[in-house]
């Protein structure tokens, strides 16, 4: 049974930072792709990052590019997003998944290329 849980989130002041975790289990994790997706309240869930399996290629939402860095331990069979420069528009619930292949499927962006997902962990920025 594979289970993906977040840990990480909390309540920042815009400009401050955190670091997301998850760790996933009951799949072999070093074999997939893994991605981080958010969603706030009233819209869709958008694409945040995605890190192929061997840790080597990464892609990142433009809203995120130069102030988000995903990596992964596959030693440990975790995915962080740590998250600099926070903004309140980064406030949203942030969902970790994993990729059905090694690689992040194009578009990377597009939920229905992952199949487990976690339950999610809360970010609120406020200014």
């Known amino acids: 049974q594979v289970q993906v849980v977040e840990s990480g989130g909390g309540l920042v002041q815009a400009g401050g930072s955190l670091r997301l975790s998850c760790t996933a289990s009951g799949l072999t994790f070093d074999s997939y792709a893994m991605g981080w997706f958010r969603q706030a309240p009233g819209k869709e869930r958008e694409g945040v990052s995605c890190?192929?399996?061997?840790?080597?290629?990464?892609y990142y939402a433009a809203s995120v590019k130069g102030r988000f860095t995903i990596s992964r331990d596959n030693a440990k069979n975790t995915l962080y997003l740590q998250m600099n420069s926070l903004k309140p528009d980064d406030t949203a619930m942030y969902y970790c998944?994993?990729?059905?292949?090694?690689?992040?499927?194009?578009?990377?962006?597009?939920?229905?290329?992952?199949?487990?997902w976690g339950q999610g962990t809360q970010v609120t920025v406020y200014s």
């Open positions: 998944a994993t990729n059905a292949r090694e690689i992040c499927l194009a578009p990377w962006s597009n939920p229905k290329y992952y199949n487990y």
């Open positions: 890190i192929r399996a061997s840790g080597g290629t990464t």
